[in-house]
């Protein structure tokens, strides 16, 4: 993180859990989870004529984010638009595989200079867990939940198509 920019905020009153976080003069609001978990939302804003990205902090069991996961959370925020490239030339390199069953005229959508891979979303989960999820997909194999990709740091390492509700269970 530079030292010129303002460092991840978090705010709340006594023992409770922070009802917002401030990263990246992105605000995230608390919102209602599992008492098992704790969760902030926000969106990142986009850019014109399209949707704004969701940026999630979880954090289980339930408390408040340390500094390493809020600096994570800081990084993936201010990279948020180059890190989803990097995520979706994964994806073109990971779904030719067979593994992934693409159906018949997909490998040709693969091919395409901007993958169908819309609504991306970050989540972040520790001082080293996080992934991007794409909630809208013209791909076939990513019906009807989308893709999740998973990061070490800035680099991706494992893709998952979403295809049931067994997959979003650390989702929020």
């Known amino acids: 993180m ?8 978090v705010r ?17 609001s608390r919102t209602q989870s599992p008492p098992s978990l704790a969760c902030w939302s926000g969106y990142l804003p986009g850019a014109a004529g399209s949707e704004p990205a969701g940026l999630n ?4 069991p339930a408390a408040e984010p340390d500094g390493a996961t809020l600096r994570l959370a800081h990084d993936v925020a201010s990279r948020f638009h180059e890190l989803v490239d990097r995520a ?14 693409p159906t018949a005229g997909e490998p040709g959508l693969l091919n395409l200079p901007e993958l169908p ?10 001082e080293s867990g996080w992934a991007v999820r794409f909630a809208e997909s ?27 509700l067994d997959g979003l269970d650390d989702e929020v």
């Open 2 to 9: 530079s030292d010129t920019v303002e460092p991840p905020r």
């Open 12 to 28: 709340g009153t006594g023992t409770e859990l922070p009802s917002t976080l401030h990263i990246a003069g992105i605000e995230l």
């Open 57 to 60: 902090v979880v954090i289980e």
């Open 88 to 101: 979706r030339e994964y994806c073109r390199t990971r779904l030719r595989e067979p593994g992934f069953g």
């Open 117 to 126: 891979l819309a609504m991306p979303e970050a989540t972040v989960w520790d």
């Open 138 to 164: 013209g791909l076939g194999t990513a019906d009807p939940y989308g893709i999740l990709v998973t990061f070490d740091g800035t680099r991706p390492v494992d893709l998952q198509v979403l295809d049931g």
